[in-house]
């Protein structure tokens, strides 16, 4: 009988889906038995035609039929493995703690600032779910660090393993940047750092340097990161995109002269290394999971974290010198394929679990 892993997650075309569908279809062909748990609204081509694919009742797994679900089908196919992360991770690590399965993983992809909003009930609960995972796994050293400290896990309970994604390198070839072209990709929201990025264009379209900022995402700050683009008297300088599918992204990246991440605080930054995968000069603000990414003055620039002066003086440095914007691009580029390129990552995550699953 094969031994059988349950893998929950969304699938939806981001970087995350195509992560834990990789590492489904890897669990499958060294044979293992697999079964993925997602909403119903999502799209699950691309598995295995062996991946058995379950879908939730609800639209978001955190009711007491859900855990049914999940409960029962544990008690069915035994698994020696369950993976979740966002929001199924409550009803998961639960039913599979009461059902006895030996490895219960937990995987936290986003730093307490994001959780932290929540009532203190919801934070106590989630401590109590996390204490009954037996493994937590996490995407950089940042993110261990805060884990520990704010739900209070010990260390040794928590594995880092960094974000990938594919190697889009080729993804529109033959294209050319854009000279002076910038790109900020996320969610519109204060952590962010947006305003950060629209008072540093702002720095250097006084200097007379020619430079554009595509912002490509929504989200709640929209109406005031207009209101300070007009009120600095940026209309033709900035525009805002809205979300676009992840192609059009990808594209975008790649057409950039570069690309920003001024987060105020990032558990890793996907955009960081989409925008290495696809060879282009990435700029971050100095901090938590960026700078575990971004090696300074070699694969990419860091700033001083909310300093928009200081984020001019970054990007003036490859905007008024290409030859070293493209080595930036260079190495960042091979850096990305070292460490966090997808396929390496599936490989490296997969020894990671066989090898608790086996020590079980």
Known sequence: MKQCVFIATSLNGSSVSDYFQALANKF?????????????????????????????????????????????????????????SFGAVNVFILASYLAKVPNRVAWIRTLSTQFGRQSKFLVFRRTLVYRLASIITVNSNATKEDVSSFFKINKKKITVLPNSVNNYHDHGEGAIYENNKIVFVGRLDPSKGIDTLIRAVKLLVDEGIEVTLDIIGSGKQKDELQELVEKLKLNDVVIFEGNKPKA??????????????????????????????????????????????????????????????????????????????NQLAINGHQRFLDFYETSKAIQRDFDFFKKIANDD
């Open 28 to 84: 499958d062909d060294e044979g293992y038995k697999v079964v993925i748990f997602t909403k119903k609204r999502d799209t699950i081509d691309g598995f295995n035609k062996n991946v058995e694919v379950c879908f939730y009742v609800s639209n978001r797994p955190t009711g007491f039929s859900d855990f049914k679900l999940v409960y029962d089908k544990i008690k069915i196919d035994k698994p020696i493995l369950t993976i979740s």
């Open 248 to 325: 059009h992204v990808l594209k975008a990246l790649k057409n950039a002269h570069c690309t920003v991440v001024p987060s105020r605080s990032e558990a890793f930054g996907y955009v960081v290394i989409e925008g290495m995968s696809v060879g282009t000069c990435v700029i971050g603000a100095n901090n938590t999971g960026i700078k575990e990414t971004i090696i300074d003055n070699e694969t990419g620039l860091l700033f001083e974290t909310g300093n928009h002066t200081n984020l001019a003086e970054k990007l003036k440095m490859v905007l008024l010198d290409s030859d070293f914007r």
